[in-house]
């Protein structure tokens, strides 16, 4: 992931947000509802996680904004960590690629 402004990966657990984040120093997108699960969602925040709302319409253009500014200011080398979005916007059992949402792109 350092060497990226983003990375864009499936994931199995939700689990893997936190992991990935935190071993790799990346910041993270998530869906809210993670910010709600007990260790989960107080790991997510620790990492500076960003969480999207997809029932707010709202909140999915502001999303879409940071993201743009996350990864100009890493280029410009003025924004530490590199940014990692799931774009599935679910977790799978690992047997298949769900197609990923477009927000992320």
């Known amino acids: 992931l350092a060497e990226y402004s983003t990375v864009i990966c499936n994931h199995s657990t939700p689990f893997d947000t936190c ?6 120093d990346s910041v993270m ?3 809210k ?17 960003i969480f999207v709302d997809r029932s707010d319409p709202n909140s ?21 960590k590199p ?10 059992n690992g047997e298949c690629l769900l197609q990923f949402k477009l927000g992320a792109f």
């Open 19 to 24: 992991i990935i984040g935190i071993l790799k």
């Open 83 to 92: 940014l990692g979005i799931f774009p599935e916007g679910t977790c799978t």
């Open 33 to 49: 509802e993670l910010s709600h699960v007990p260790l989960i969602g107080r790991a997510a925040e620790l990492i500076e996680t």
């Open 60 to 80: 999915k253009h502001k999303t879409a904004e940071w993201i743009k500014n996350v990864q100009n200011a890493y280029l410009k080398n003025s924004h530490p």
């Open 29 to 31: 997108v998530a869906k």
